[in-house]
Structures are given as structure tokens and as C-alpha cells.
């Protein structure tokens, strides 16, 4: 006979949810670590894919930040929550309200720790990356946006927050020029913008960023 005051352990790996927008049904994983415990407030990344991961299966979108997190998870200590855009031709800025849809309700489910909220994602994520973050300056505590674009209007907002952007010098799908352009309009409004370039590298810089440098630590050295 179930018991209803009994709580079962909060699930851990990679889960699918369904959130509603605007009377839409929209898809989403979340990423729960093994070391995740419910009584302590755990930092947590949002996560934007690219155009190759758009559409409304729910689960596509984990595929690139998802493996480099399988292959080195005690690496990631972190919930993660994965939005996904449905429509490769919309940007992220007009998904805003799925994005934070979908973090209220992983707030409302695991113990988020809103100090430790961080921001990242790839080419059209990555330009979401920049552009959310725009909008909501003050929610995040660092953002990482991969090959990703945006304008100065977008970098004077951004500015006073911690940043470090990748790119690969040999992007013909979004050139180098795109991530100069935010350190250089970033650093004229009085802010720093660390920018890592791969040479010989094109539109996948995303392996390199996720997968060998220490942004998970990066991230957890910036607090609000």
C-alpha cells in the first residue's frame, strides 16, 4: 500500500521534464549528479544548444555538453539544466520565457543554490548566452559562451559580469571577429572578458571548451 508521506530520493542523471509556455508543451532534461544531495544548496549551469540540437524530441540538446559531462562527471558537481530551442530559425533571446520556465521549475524541484547560477552555450546557444544574460544581468554569477555573437548594446549590459568566451580562429559559420568584438565592446564599458582562441580550430570549439579546460572550476570560483 504506497504510503503518501513517504518521499522517495530525489532521482540523479539525466531526466526528462515537460514544461508548458504559453499553452505550448516543451521538453527539457536535467542533469542531476550522483553527489547530489537535497539538503545542501548545489550551483547549477544552463545550458543553450546550437541549431543542430533545435526541435522538440527533449533530448537532442544534451548531446555535446552531455558527453563531455559523461566522460569526466566528477568533474561537473552541478545540476544542469537543458532547454531546447524547437525552432532552428527563432533565437534564444525570444525563448526567454521557456528558459526561465524551465529553471523555476527545477528550483521548485532540487535545492538550487540561486548564489552559484551560471550560463552557457554554443554558436546559436552561445549568442543566446550573451543575449539572456542581457536580459537578466543580475541573475547570473558568470556566463560562458561558446562561438557565440551578439552587439555592443548586448556587451554594455553583460559587462559587469564574469566572462570567458571560446572560439575557434579557422569559424566560418561565425568568425573569430564575433567573440573579439564582445571582449573589445566588454572592456570599453569597464568590464574583462577573458577570451580563449583555438588555433586551427573551425565551428567546433565547443569539444575544447567543455571537455579540456577547467571551466567547471572557473565557474565555481564566481559567486553573487
Not at 552559484?116 to 554554443?122: I, P
Amino acid at each position: 500500500m504506497h504510503d503518501p508521506t513517504f518521499k522517495s530520493p530525489a532521482e540523479r542523471g539525466f531526466l526528462s521534464r515537460t514544461v508548458s509556455v504559453g499553452g505550448k508543451d516543451m521538453k527539457y532534461v536535467v542533469y542531476v549528479p550522483l553527489t547530489y544531495d537535497p539538503a545542501k544548496p548545489m550551483p547549477t549551469i544552463v545550458f543553450l544548444n546550437g541549431a543542430g540540437e533545435c526541435g522538440t524530441d527533449g533530448f537532442r540538446q544534451v548531446y555535446h555538453f552531455g558527453g563531455a559531462i559523461m566522460l569526466s562527471a566528477e568533474k561537473w558537481p552541478f545540476i544542469i539544466v537543458y532547454p531546447q530551442k524547437q525552432d532552428v530559425k527563432t533565437a534564444w533571446e525570444y525563448e526567454d520565457a521557456m528558459v526561465q520556465e524551465t529553471l523555476k521549475r527545477t528550483k521548485a524541484e532540487f535545492n538550487v543554490d540561486a548564489s552559484r547560477l551560471y550560463l552557457t552555450g554554443l554558436s546559436q546557444g552561445g549568442h543566446g548566452t550573451w543575449t539572456i544574460a542581457a536580459k537578466h544581468p543580475s541573475m547570473f554569477a558568470a556566463i560562458a559562451p561558446v562561438c557565440g555573437w551578439a552587439d555592443e548594446d548586448v556587451a554594455k549590459k553583460v559587462a559587469k559580469l564574469p566572462i570567458w568566451t571560446f572560439h575557434g580562429d579557422k569559424d566560418e559559420a561565425v568568425k573569430l571577429e564575433s567573440s573579439e568584438d564582445m571582449k573589445k565592446w566588454i572592456e570599453a564599458a569597464g568590464g574583462t572578458c577573458k577570451l580563449t582562441v583555438y588555433p586551427g580550430v573551425g565551428h567546433n570549439s565547443w569539444d575544447n571548451a567543455y571537455r579540456n579546460e577547467d571551466l567547471a572550476g572557473w565557474f565555481l570560483e564566481h559567486k553573487k
